[in-house]
């Protein structure tokens, strides 16, 4: 477990060849989960999927979430709740509003059923220990929101951002600012949606995900440097004024060095 682990922190880091593989000379991925399944091992099984499920949603690979979720769900549903089953539902479900649009109404209709049994489930979970989950709540009921077309996503955002900030969560941070942004990217609004993926590249490359940070960069830069007038605008209206930020709460002098780089 401990391989697998650094092995997924390598991938985040930058320093392997393949951030979506687990395998490695030290980890044997299809060895290892044949293992745990023969053995019955719900644990390492538990610590196989959070990471492959992570490193899935991260790196784009929804449709691979989905798929892996046949096997994850009947292991979760016969062991405890623990931190490890939280994450992997939360992964889960923003693998599930990412690919919604790809898919046809039928299975549309299958992931708006999984997203509510898993919105109730952390819904339970932010009442229980809110400075933990509340922010994972609020984002996974703004994509819920985003998907459905409903006008509160743009307000349970903030809340996800807001919460994930002052309770430390700097990864679910970056994926809260990541988020925004595409909603924003979907409904047309060019700036916006640079806006909170310039400081979700911040946020990854603070956290250390380097990987993920440049993934980002090479999906994006064309958008972030169409807008880096307007963002730059945007910075020096601050820099002028009595206010220290957006009313999203937007650090831009991150965001700005987040792009110089592009």
């Not at 299975?107 to 229980?128: G, H």
């Amino acid at each position: 477990i401990q391989s697998l682990h650094w092995q997924t922190v390598k991938n985040l880091l930058g320093i392997s060849s393949d951030p979506n593989t687990l395998d490695t000379y030290f980890f044997n991925e299809t060895e290892t989960l044949a293992k745990y399944k023969s053995e019955q091992n719900s644990n390492g099984l538990l610590q196989y999927y959070v990471d492959k499920v992570m490193l899935g949603y991260l790196y784009g690979n929804y449709k691979s979430v989905v798929d892996l979720s046949k096997e994850f769900i009947p292991v979760m549903e016969n062991s405890l709740e623990t931190i490890i089953t939280v994450l992997i539902t939360f992964y889960y479900s923003l693998s599930l509003t990412a690919d919604f649009n790809n898919r046809d109404k039928k299975t549309q209709k299958k992931y708006l059923k999984d997203l509510s049994i898993n919105l109730k489930r952390a819904e339970k979970w932010a009442k229980a220990a809110p400075m933990n989950f509340s922010h994972k709540y609020h984002l996974l009921k703004a994509e819920w929101c985003k998907i459905k077309k409903e006008p509160a996503a743009v307000d349970h955002y903030r809340r996800a951002l807001r919460l994930a900030e002052t309770n430390g969560y700097l990864n679910e941070l970056a994926i809260a600012n990541e988020c925004f942004g595409a909603y924003w990217q979907e409904i047309g609004d060019k700036k916006m949606s640079a806006l909170f993926f310039a400081e979700s590249i911040s946020f990854y490359k603070r956290w250390g995900a380097e990987s993920k940070a440049q993934s980002m960069i090479g999906k994006w830069s064309p958008l972030l440097n169409q807008q880096k007038p307007a963002l730059t605008e945007q910075n020096d209206y601050i820099d002028k004024t009595t206010e220290s930020s957006s009313p999203f709460n937007l650090d831009f002098h991150s965001i700005l060095e987040a792009i110089r780089v592009i």
